[in-house]
């Protein structure tokens, strides 16, 4: 079966002349006899029915330009050829220029009308085809990068689990440590949103928090599970543990900047930190987001060394170290979102049932 054309004319001889034509050419034919009636068809049937309209260019209410117009814009995938019975040649380009696949005089002959529509039948089909062809491509691109980036996740989060796994190995060795890593992770996200930081980084401090402090595999568990004063020697043999983290992650490249945050992470504001005795904004942001979220889990949920706080002693204890071995943005940001989220807080703590000791004898 050959395309279906719409004849739209208000000329009932010229319709009834050329839609016999087509007819007999083999052709379904449709016909309207004002602009809006072809409208109609068209919404009512849809613009596959149709592959090329033959317009009348002066019609009452609706011109054939009109006409064309209204087609580019509602039913792309339909050709359009505007006859007109004035030959001024400004009309045509006009038709053209507005998308016309061809422009036709009248009177016109039937052996010079019929290859110009079976002409403009032929590059409708070509843009079809390739119109189809585009979608299949994007649709393509689409799925597969939807495939991507569920793989990404998947990924990223196996990755996650295992860095958790090697920081709950390390954790299991100690009672007062075991889930301070997720805790710290947890919170870094925490204040790392409340400062409006990219996802990216967000994700970065998070993977530094469950990794901070895997260089402890590398001291002594005599040492690590110390509830009395460290010795000096012990102490300095304790803060060797960021390098060793540092050296644990450092061949694993994706990490990026997640190594110094890792490496930084006992740094302090005013310079008296560790390793490097960094100062101000020469720590990484990240460091700094990671060493309060350090802070608090000791301070919330305690240490062999250091009883368990509440909010209150927690936000005051904040305050006072705050400019000295603190970012005082950041302690701004956690208060300001501890105050925001007790509930959350609270529920972290009676999920890790903190530790009471009334001596604070580490030397820290
Ligand atoms: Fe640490």
């Not at 998070?206 to 260089?215: I, P, S, T, Y």
């Not at 100062?279 to 990671?290: D, N, Q, S, T, V």
């Amino acid at each position: 079966m050959k395309d279906r054309i719409l004849v739209v004319d208000d000329d009932e001889n010229v319709v009834s002349y050329l839609s016999i034509a087509l007819i007999q050419e083999g052709f379904q034919c449709e016909t309207a006899s004002s602009a809006s009636e072809a409208l109609t068809i068209l919404r009512r049937n849809g613009q596959k029915t149709v592959t090329l309209i033959l317009t009348d260019m002066t019609m009452p209410v609706m011109s054939g330009i009109e006409l064309l117009e209204q087609v580019q814009r509602q039913f792309p995938i339909i050709g359009v050829i505007v006859i007109s019975g004035d030959k001024n040649l400004n009309l045509a380009v006009e038709a053209m220029k507005k998308g016309a696949l061809d422009f036709i005089t009248k009177p016109f002959k039937l052996e010079i009308i019929l290859p110009r529509i079976y002409k403009a039948i032929e590059r409708v089909r070509l843009e079809r085809e390739n119109r189809e062809y585009q979608e299949y491509l994007e649709e393509k691109v689409e799925s597969r990068t939807a495939a991507l980036i569920e793989k990404h996740r998947s990924l990223q989060k196996l990755f996650l689990n295992t860095v958790e796994a090697i920081a709950r190995a390390i954790e299991a060795k100690d009672l007062y440590t075991v889930g301070h890593s997720k805790r710290v992770s947890k919170y870094c996200a925490y204040i790392a949103q409340k400062m409006a930081i990219d996802v990216e980084e967000i994700h970065n401090i998070e993977v530094a928090g469950l990794l901070h402090d895997v260089g402890k595999i590398g001291i002594a568990d005599s040492i690590l599970g110390k509830s009395t004063k460290l010795s000096i020697d012990e102490y300095e043999s304790i803060k060797e543990h960021p390098l060793i983290s540092l050296k644990i992650i450092d061949p694993i490249k994706e990490l990026g900047r997640v190594k110094e945050y890792v490496k930084y992470h006992h740094e302090k504001w005013d310079g008296t930190g560790y390793p490097d005795g960094l100062k101000g904004e020469e720590i990484p942001l990240g460091a700094r987001i990671l060493s309060i979220a350090d802070a608090f889990d000791t301070m919330w949920i305690g240490r062999q060394y250091h009883a368990a706080w509440n909010l209150d002693q927690v936000i005051q204890e904040f305050k006072r170290n705050s400019g000295t071995q603190f970012d005082g943005k950041v302690v701004d940001a956690f208060i300001e979102l501890i105050r925001e989220d007790e509930v959350s807080f609270n529920k972290i703590r009676q999920e890790n049932p903190p530790h009471f000791k009334t001596e604070q004898t580490h030397l820290q």
